[in-house]
């Protein structure tokens, strides 16, 4: 009966005639996994302000229909109540949407920022790899180059 052939000392000998340097790809997935590290604290960051926030206001608010829910003596002092904690209200709601505002703003500007120096230091990566290649490239033709010149040389020779 026929025996099938094992290829994995073939493959073994393949794959080892080109060697790959994985140091790149080891560079690449700390350079992503410290970004994605400082844009979750970014992210994180500004949900707790935005919690604190919502919290704060809310408090606020809940404050404000306690002090409505109180017995009055006269009816309009329920009008005057209600008034003053839609006035209150509106105020409130303008300085939390501010405040809203200015933590996306933050977020934006943080974000913008940590993109902008992955860019950078990929670039600079990118090009330090360039460099590398070629100058190994230019490394190995000149050493082609030399053999192949003895070779010649040595040939004519005889």
């Given at each position: 009966m026929a025996k099938t052939q094992d290829f994995s000392a073939i493959m073994k000998d393949m794959m080892g005639a080109f060697p790959v340097d994985t140091t790149a790809m080891d560079n690449a997935f700390k350079t992503t996994a410290t970004l994605n590290?400082?844009?979750?604290?970014?992210?994180?960051?500004?949900?707790?302000?935005s919690a604190e926030l919502s919290a704060a206001w809310t408090k606020d608010v809940l404050a404000k229909f306690a002090d409505f829910a109180k017995a009055k003596a006269e009816p309009a002092d329920y009008a005057k109540a209600l008034s003053d904690i839609a006035t209150a209200s509106a105020e409130a709601a303008s300085e939390n949407v501010a405040?809203?505002?200015?933590?996306?703003?933050?977020?934006?500007?943080d974000t913008a920022e940590l993109l902008m120096a992955a860019g950078k230091d990929a670039s600079e990566e990118a090009q330090a790899a360039?460099?590398?290649?070629?100058?190994e490239a230019t490394a190995a033709v000149q050493k082609a180059t030399s053999e192949a010149t003895a070779s010649v040389k040595k040939a004519a020779a005889k």
């Open positions: 590290e400082k844009l979750a604290a970014v992210s994180v960051t500004a949900a707790e302000k405040s809203f505002a200015e933590i996306a703003k933050k977020v934006q500007m360039v460099q590398k290649a070629t100058s």
